[in-house]
């Protein structure tokens, strides 16, 4: 199945209920992470991080913790947890190294950005980080359910569950990771409910808004 980005995108609704019986290869899983990777990502930091909750015990660990998504958690092939780095920061020269030893950026310019970015990022407040954390994990994650769904599964992203207690079930750091969304990733047993959205005329301005200082109608 290959879908174009427009029909992917059109395809793409939230599903609530899964077919137990089908479970992702791991490889099949590390494939589609890999490409929800290419999403853009500030300063190419890539805070992104996954947790692929598939197994038994791990659902059951945190079947009481998902509030009303325990059909999606027990029905679906996984639940992954989708979480922003808070450390990533750490990261510039680990990642600006590998694009030089790649071929895709000059040394001498390695060494300006990432002197540059040290001094910027090290002094930048932590509350500054993890929302430019989460805005990439986020774009991750749209990324990966389009590409779920080129690979024929069904996703739905999620947000109500127990943030502390998931991660402690988990045994996830809690003091470096900050929880984003869980996705719920399976084939779909039942056909998803269309839903409305906004007439694209409400909801964009061009340049300013208007004389009261709205967007859009």
Same mark, same amino acid.
């Given at each position: 199945m290959s879908l174009t980005l427009i029909e992917a995108i059109k395809a793409r609704k939230s599903v609530k209920e899964f077919d137990a019986a089908v479970k992702i290869p791991q490889s099949e899983m590390m494939e589609m992470l890999e /490409? &929800?990777? $290419? &999403? !853009?990502? +500030? @300063?190419? /930091?890539? !805070?992104?991080?996954? @947790? @692929? @909750? $598939? +197994? =038994? $015990?791990a659902k059951e660990a945190i079947k009481d913790l998902v509030r009303f998504n325990t059909r999606q958690l027990e029905t679906s092939s996984a639940f992954i947890l989708v979480l922003s780095d808070h450390t990533h920061i750490h990261d510039i020269e680990k990642v600006y190294g590998k694009s030089v030893e790649l071929g895709y950026m000059p040394e001498e310019v390695m060494t300006t950005n990432v002197a540059a970015l040290k001094g910027a990022l090290m002094n930048a407040p932590d509350s500054y980080i993890q929302m430019q954390g989460m805005m990439d994990a986020n774009l991750a994650a749209m990324q990966f359910m389009l590409i779920a769904k080129d690979y024929g599964y069904d996703t739905n992203p999620i947000g109500g569950f127990e943030r502390d207690e998931v991660m402690d079930a988990l045994s996830i750091n809690k003091e470096r990771y900050v929880p984003v969304m869980f996705i719920a990733i399976g084939k779909g047993i039942k056909e998803p409910y269309d839903s409305s959205r906004h007439e694209i005329e409400e909801i964009v301005a061009y340049n300013y808004g =208007? &004389? =009261?200082?709205n967007i859009g109608k």
């Open positions: /490409l &929800a990777t $290419e &999403a !853009p990502s +500030s @300063v190419n /930091l890539q !805070p992104w991080r996954f @947790v @692929v @909750v $598939e +197994s =038994d $015990e =208007d &004389a =009261d200082g």
